[in-house]
């Protein structure tokens, strides 16, 4: 997997590019489950599948049949897990969006994304086709990464997020910072109902519940680093190391830190921990 971060010109907008090759993918590593529980980030994606089969996604309750997406999906922000197929070594170019980011890079707002995975020629039309058919084309990961940040780049206008949005995700952005809403809404200058508004139309979030899933990120990557036996891997099976991350977080204490965590995927942060996956937000799970 080749992974990235953006130009200069689609710094503000995009968090991370990525393409992967049919060599490196789950299937060649050896003993990868078919499904993923994909923890959430709170941030836009799109994803071009140029090989292999369909995307198959599910809610996590696995309630009802799988939502199936032949190519490319736009997955829109969200704060709670869902689960995918994974994609058995198929070539993949995607992007994850910076938070506000849909309107500029695909002409809709983050409200009507909110929680939702979209076939992304029901955003862009065919040019969803084309883009698949060029990047395909190409002969490696890289010159798709590349491409397709032309692509990105080319689509940019300049409906960026308003200016109180934009204040108000960079002072929730911090886990530490501890901002209130009725603190943005006072910095702001306009009322409470039209700060509110302004800012879930742009990311498809309340700024609460932005706010808890950023501190959910920040407690997702703590965990990783310290799986494997480092750091609080060592200290968290008496809660030693769960407590202090708690307390470092502005968390309660450690139970508060643990119903959210459930909260936002479903399972126990030790549980996390145990599964050790590679990637972040990505943990392995058996087929439905």
Known sequence: MLVRGPSPALRPFVHVLWASEPSVGPAAQGGALPWER???SGRAHVVLRLTGPSLRLLATDAS????VIRRAVVGGPRTSAYAKEAARGAETVGA???????????????????????????????????????????????ARLLRFQALLTERLSDDAPHAVVQHGIARLS???????????????????????????????VTPKRFARVVRFRATLEALQRGAGGAGLGQTDRDGVGLAALASQLGYADQAHLTREFRAHT??????????????????PLPAP
Do not use: K, N
């Not at 702001?188 to 742009?202: K, M, Q």
């Not at 942060?269 to 599964?275: D, G, I, K, M, N």
């Open 174 to 204: 911090d886990p530490l910072a501890a901002v209130s809403v009725q603190a943005l809404v006072s910095e702001s200058g306009y009322s409470h109902r039209r700060f509110l508004d302004l800012f879930e139309e742009s990311t498809g």
């Open 96 to 142: 994850q969006l910076s938070v506000g980011a849909t309107r500029a890079l695909l002409g809709v707002p983050g409200r009507s994304l909110a929680g939702v995975h979209v076939p992304l020629d029901e955003v862009l039309g065919p040019v969803s086709e084309s883009w698949c058919d060029e990047l395909h084309a190409l002969p490696s990961a890289r």
């Open 38 to 40: 994909m923890l959430p």
């Open 266 to 283: 479903g399972i126990t942060p030790a549980r996390y921990q145990l599964a050790e996956p590679h990637q972040l937000y990505h943990l």
């Open 64 to 67: 009802c049949s799988p939502q």
